[in-house]
């Protein structure tokens, strides 16, 4: 059971959720840098203010990173507005259909055609346009965690795809698990690979240590590039 409050550390309104984990974590989430702590019942308040105060300057950082990285514009799905496929930006078109489903698929090399009933929501085709990168981004992946399984020689993990706000991916070398981030349809192929590459050396190493930066180095040596190209990339405008 979870118990949330809201509480003022140094001029930060912080977001503190009681709930039965083992350890005190601190996130900062985009668009606008909300501040978001973790923390068992058996911890303090007051030991909870001094472990935000401790990282009151990574904290910071986060949010000004936040605030100056790029957004996509909201998408309000109508003809004309550009959406990005494997990082290549593609020109959507509606087109009225007469039955209650939606049909989504790329035309030549710079068309999305999106056909739905003319009377759908903007909610609808926002759901329907992030089951279709979905679908999309799955079939991209499943070769790549079968390739990368047999490159580490790690056991093939079980894995999914989730929207996530502040991650490209995660992995729980526990449950052997990976999740990746459903925008990574939107970004460009190598970014795809260097996610499962790092997600997957975790199960290597479950710490960013010496090991895991020498797998990444002798399997992908440009993954530095890779990963600052990605994380230069605009944010996603969203609601959620």
């Known amino acids: 059971m979870m118990n949330t409050d809201l509480i003022e550390v140094s001029g930060l309104s912080v977001?503190?959720?009681?709930?039965?984990?083992?350890?005190?974590?601190?996130?900062?989430?985009?668009?606008?840098?909300?501040?978001?702590?973790?923390?068992?019942?058996?911890?303090?308040?007051?030991?909870?203010?001094?472990?935000?105060?401790?990282?009151?300057?990574?904290?910071?950082?986060?949010?000004?990173?936040?605030?100056?990285?790029?957004?996509?514009?909201?998408?309000?799905?109508?003809?004309?507005?550009t959406h990005y496929l494997w990082g290549t930006p593609l020109r959507?078109?509606?087109?009225?259909?007469?039955?209650?489903?939606?049909?989504?698929?790329?035309?030549?090399?710079?068309?999305?055609?999106?056909v739905t009933p003319p009377e759908a929501m903007t909610s609808q085709k926002a759901r329907w346009l992030s089951d279709w990168y979905r679908e999309e981004l799955k079939g991209r992946?499943?070769?790549?965690?079968?390739?990368?399984?047999?490159?580490?020689?790690?056991?093939?993990?079980?894995?999914?795809?989730?929207?996530?706000?502040?991650?490209?991916?995660?992995?729980n070398p526990e449950k052997h698990l990976v999740w990746l981030n459903l925008d990574l349809a939107k970004k460009p192929s190598q970014a795809l690979d260097y996610v499962v590459l790092h997600e997957m050396a975790h199960f290597i190493s479950r710490r960013h240590d010496d090991l895991f930066i020498a797998v990444l180095d002798r399997h992908m040596p440009g993954w530095r590039q890779v990963r600052a190209d990605l994380n230069g990339l605009p944010l996603s405008f969203s609601s959620r």
């Open 15 to 81: 977001e503190l959720v009681r709930k039965p984990i083992k350890n005190l974590h601190i996130g900062v989430y985009p668009p606008q840098g909300r501040v978001r702590v973790a923390a068992p019942p058996a911890i303090s308040e007051d030991a909870i203010r001094v472990a935000i105060v401790t990282r009151l300057g990574w904290i910071k950082k986060k949010q000004r990173e936040f605030a100056g990285q790029a957004r996509e514009p909201e998408r309000r799905f109508v003809s004309g507005e």
């Open 141 to 171: 992946a499943s070769p790549r965690v079968e390739r990368w399984a047999g490159i580490l020689g790690v056991p093939l993990p079980r894995w999914g795809v989730r929207f996530m706000r502040t991650k490209w991916g995660s992995c």
């Open 92 to 114: 959507l078109q509606v087109r009225p259909t007469g039955s209650s489903g939606c049909q989504i698929f790329r035309n030549g090399a710079d068309r999305l055609i999106m």
